[in-house]
């Protein structure tokens, strides 16, 4: 059984920084490929960002690029997403999720809050 967990939200300024942790279990992250999303609010999870299985690829939405940025550490087997220079409408519910193929995720985290105050 697949587990994702992830950690490191806060409360934080605007241009703050963050490091969010998804720890896995279950199955290697090396096997997997990773993505962060968010979710505002009353609205549905939008995309964030993403990394391929080999880590040789990753992509961003428009909205974080140049200010996120995912990993891999395979030794520790987890998937990190850096935040910097946060602002207000960042502040959201990361979800780390994982897949082994292409298409839909299936293993998803519970969430970790992120809140950047003005």
């Known amino acids: 059984q697949v587990q994702l967990v992830e950690s490191g939200g806060g409360l934080v300024q605007a241009g703050d920084s963050l490091r969010l942790s998804c720890a896995a279990s279950?199955?290697?992250?090396?096997?997997?490929?990773m993505a962060w999303f968010r979710q505002f609010p009353g609205k549905e999870r939008e995309f964030v960002a993403a990394?391929?299985?080999?880590?040789?690829?990753?992509r961003y939405a428009d909205s974080v690029e140049g200010r996120f940025t995912i990993s891999k550490d395979n030794a520790k087997n987890t998937v990190y997403l850096q935040l910097n220079s946060l602002k207000p409408e960042d502040t959201a519910v990361y979800y780390c999720?994982?897949?082994?193929?292409?298409?839909?995720?299936?293993?998803w985290g519970q969430g970790t809050q992120v809140t950047v105050s003005s």
């Open positions: 990394i391929s299985r080999s880590a040789g690829y990753t």
């Open positions: 999720a994982g897949r082994l193929g292409t298409g839909d995720y299936p293993y």
């Open positions: 279950g199955l290697t992250v090396s096997k997997l490929a």
